[in-house]
């Protein structure tokens, strides 16, 4: 195989896992812009999407799409389930004490789920045909491809909808002050509900996209939220184009490390990466530098 | 409504935690009392729990049959949760509490190690159903343990069955994926070991995590080499992925995989990149297909149609395979020198030409295991089935 050739597979297999990254960081940043907590549940809902599509599917007679849109419909749900269940009710709602009980929620909804659905691994088919395309001599599965295009798709409605909606507009404000927004009428309350169900779906379509490539099981939301929490640390926290960029950044090192390096520091890269940054720049790649005076 | 959350928590916690114990009413001499410690939960659940059903099964026909002499056999199965620090609790409540007079388990080589010293500290036997040779033989001094026996194939068998099988077909340059835990470094130890002695050249030798979801970039560094084929040690999902990463490459060389893929899930998850696949694997999953004049197939076609009768729709795996073959040599040692545990150590000792489910067992002072390399039959999956290779 020339050189080339394999460094285009190394690229284009750490890009669809980036995309994945990438698109578990933007549910990170998600909440912690209407909240200013970290959502450690978020690998959860990627771990939901898979798993409640997969199961749809093993029914007889449903779609690939019918069943896709139903599981993020569901996760959606559960995400503000969770939101209602867990997040609003806390009598001392201190940041600390939300990421805390986020922690605990991830544990539950795994939990429910190993209890549910078992504790095998589960493929789901892959959404058209699974011959290989070869491109400069590197093979890349059609899956990839909508790995890929799925989480551009995924980005941009999420930039038009933060940029000419409504409730788009709202969500920034609240991100930028939260007591200014509620001055100007914005329901803040509201705001993080819609925020949790955002999240959950983006989450489940990353865990529905990423799953015919590497199978779903019960325990795969934890690896897949780390890591996207450690792309959304490298692109600032809160900053959209700075998640998306950590994820491609982080998933694209991993894969070049497996392949020059070894395969058993691949993980280490993620966590090395994070903790450099914030070593050096704690604010992110894209992040504020100047927060709240 | 956050009192309802935590009142789950702490229910599904209970769930996870509690422990399966199978006691039975009590006939007119007393019972024997076997002991297991399985993975039935936990990361090893696939293999533990067909070896529970397993055991629970024999005992019950056995004690149908009006037992050992007389004597019923009480099975007393603890799970371990596929953690060495719980199966150590377990073994101790065995030895200690349940005082019974021999041990069978545990699942994984991992799990086994940890409950050695105690049940060798009794001084009753231990018979493991995982496959390392440390089990059997103290790595440092190079002595057979007495107290320990064990009915799963090592991995030194399985590499030269995968050997065996190349030089036949004349394949010398071999790469090697493995996965980094207990399973793929012992099976790694070993293909680099025997390469020498059967002229094998190894010209790659890559690594990838337990939790790894794409092996393309090993692979891709494989494809780059001159290897003729490929062998893959590991067990659960990554094979599956491996298989499919493969596939995707457009890869040619040979695929081969070790025996811990012999099992449907495999199939399942690999689909249709499984087809071509190489395997060495004990006759259980191909066990309609040997000669009639094989010793072990009235065994294993006994073994599976009554496991899958009362199990439906579970089927017979090659896990549950060596718990029968456990609870066979120390029933029939049993039977034979009682439950005096210096004389039943002895006897087990003395096992020869036992036709079980992993092969013929032929064990000796120095060998407790009592297996060869034909315990293993090559084993090719073509259309999503497994078919011997002859």
Redesign the interface.
């Known amino acids: ?1 020339e050189w080339h050739s ?1 460094l285009i ?2 690229l284009a ?1 750490g890009i ?2 980036g995309a994945i990254y990438a698109l578990v960081a933007l549910g990170f940043t998600i909440i912690y812009n209407s909240t200013e907590i970290i959502n450690f549940a978020q690998g959860e809902f990627v771990m939901l999407g898979g798993m409640i599509a997969a199961g749809l599917l093993a029914m007889a007679g449903m779609p690939m799409w019918a069943a896709i849109m139903l599981a993020i419909a569901f996760a959606t749900i559960i995400g503000i389930i969770f939101e209602q ?2 997040i609003r ?2 009598k001392n709602p201190s940041v600390m004490n939300l990421i805390i009980i986020t922690i ?1 929620g991830s ?2 909804i795994k ?2 789920a190993m ?1 549910i659905w078992g ?5 789901l088919r892959s959404f058209s045909s ?1 011959q ?1 395309l ?1 491109i400069f001599g590197a ?1 890349v ?1 059609p899956q990839s491809l909508w790995v890929m295009t799925g989480t551009l798709l995924a980005v941009i409605l999420l930039h038009f909808f933060y940029e000419y909606t409504i409730t788009g507009k709202a969500l920034r404000a609240c991100a930028y002050n939260r007591k200014a927004a509620k001055l100007c009428g914005i329901s803040v309350e509201r705001m993080v509900l819609f925020s949790f169900g955002l999240s959950a779906a983006l989450g489940a379509f990353a865990g529905i996209l ?1 799953a015919p ?3 779903t ?1 019960y325990d ?1 939301g934890t ?1 897949l939220g780390l890591k996207g929490f450690c792309a959304a640390i490298f692109g600032g926290l809160g900053s959209n184009p700075g998640a998306v960029l950590g994820g491609l950044v982080i998933g694209t090192l991993e ?1 070049l490390s ?2 020059y390096v ?3 520091y ?2 280490a890269v993620a966590f090395l990466i994070m903790l450099l940054v914030l070593y050096f720049r704690p604010a992110g790649i894209f992040g504020k530098r100047t927060e709240k005076v | ?2 009192k ?2 935590l009142f ?2 702490i229910l ?2 209970c ?2 935690t509690f422990a399966t114990v199978i006691a039975r009413e009590k006939p007119e001499k007393a019972p024997y009392k076997i002991g297991a410690v399985i993975d039935v ?1 936990g990361g090893a ?2 293999l533990g729990e067909p070896e529970k059903q397993t055991l629970e099964m024999l005992a019950e026909e056995l004690n149908a049959k009006g037992g050992i002499n007389g004597h019923k056999i009480e099975m007393i199965i603890y799970d371990n949760e596929s953690d060495p620090t719980k199966a150590v609790t377990k073994a101790k409540k065995l030895v200690n509490e349940d005082k019974v007079i021999a041990v069978i388990g545990a699942t994984q080589s991992g799990t086994t190690f940890p409950i050695i010293p105690i049940v060798v500290g009794a001084k009753i036997p231990l018979v493991s159903v995982a496959a390392s040779w440390k089990i059997v033989t103290d790595p440092d001094t190079k002595q057979t343990r007495p107290w320990v026996f064990k009915t799963a194939q090592s991995d030194s068998l399985a590499v030269s069955k995968i050997y065996d099988y190349l030089n036949k077909n004349k394949i010398s340059k071999v790469a090697l994926i493995t996965v ?1 835990n207990g399973f793929g470094d012992s099976g790694r130890g070993e293909l680099l070991r025997l390469a020498p002695e059967f002229k094998i050249n190894i010209v790659a030798d ?4 337990e ?8 692979l ?2 494989i ?2 080499t001159d290897a003729q084929a490929v062998i893959c040690w590991c067990i ?2 990554g094979p ?2 491996v298989a ?1 990463n493969f596939k ?3 890869m040619t060389q040979k695929l081969i995989m070790s025996h811990g893929i012999a099992n449907q ?1 495999f199939l ?2 690999a ?2 990149a499984a087809n071509g696949i190489i395997l060495p694997a004990g006759r259980l999953i191909v066990a309609e297909q040997l000669p009639l004049t094989d010793p072990q197939r009235k065994i294993l076609l006994d073994y599976k149609s009554k496991f899958e009768a009362k199990f439906s729709p579970a089927k017979v795996s090659t896990f549950g395979g060596h718990a029968y073959d456990a609870f066979m040599i120390l029933t029939n040692a049993l039977k034979k020198a009682g439950p005096e545990p210096e004389k039943l150590r002895a006897e087990i000792e003395k096992t020869k030409n036992f036709a079980g489910c992993g092969g013929i067992f032929n064990m000796g002072p120095d060998d407790h295991e009592g297996l060869t390399k034909d315990a293993f039959v090559m084993v090719e999956i073509k259309g999503g089935k497994w078919e011997l290779l002859k």
């Open positions: 195989m394999q597979q190394y297999t669809t896992t269940l867990s009710p806390v605990g544990i539950l939990g429910a209890i504790k095998d691994d589960r493929p699974s290989p070869h093979a599965t990423i490539i590497t199978f099981s795969v690896m894969s497996a392949g070894s395969s058993g691949k993980d | 409504m956050k309802l959350a789950t928590a599904v916690i769930g996870l939960t659940s696939g980094s890559e690594r990838f995590g939790q790894d979801a794409d092996m393309t970039a090993q891709t560094k494809k780059g659960q999902k599956a992925i499919k995707d490459l457009g899930k399942d998850l689909g249709d």
